[in-house]
């Protein structure tokens, strides 16, 4: 079985920053692409930043020069550091990966976080 568990959420002022993790566990053989997604009340949920399992990123434009995605290969964990953050950015953030069971299926299959609530006040 496999879980991902998200942490480092919390309150925040406008301005101020946060560093979220999450760290895949269990039996797994190898991740492959891992993925920050967000969603605010009454809004869809919504792609951050990805990473692939080579280092390539990519953030949505929004994103773009306030957040970094980077991982640990070693520990399976993704991080999200979020600088000068935005009442707009209010949300619950799910992490998301690609994971390989080391017991079966045999095929990548696509995991959730339960998320972490991020609040930006103004």
């Known amino acids: 079985q496999v879980q991902l568990v998200e942490s480092g959420g919390g309150l925040v002022q406008a301005g101020g920053s946060l560093r979220l993790s999450c760290a895949a566990s269990?039996?797994?053989?190898?991740?492959?692409?891992m993925r920050w997604y967000r969603q605010a009340p009454g809004k869809q949920r919504e792609l951050v930043a990805s990473?692939?399992?080579?280092?390539?990123?990519n953030y949505a434009d929004s994103e773009k020069g306030r957040f970094t995605i980077s991982r640990d290969n070693a520990k399976n964990t993704v991080y999200l550091q979020m600088n000068s953050l935005k009442p707009e950015d209010t949300a619950v953030y799910y992490c998301?990966?690609?994971?390989?069971?080391?017991?079966?299926?045999?095929?990548?299959?696509?995991?959730w976080g339960q998320g972490t609530q991020v609040t930006v006040s103004s």
């Open positions: 269990g039996s797994i053989a190898s991740i492959n692409a």
């Open positions: 990473i692939t399992k080579g280092g390539i990123t």
């Open positions: 998301n990966a690609d994971v390989l069971p080391k017991y079966g299926p045999f095929s990548y299959r696509d995991y």
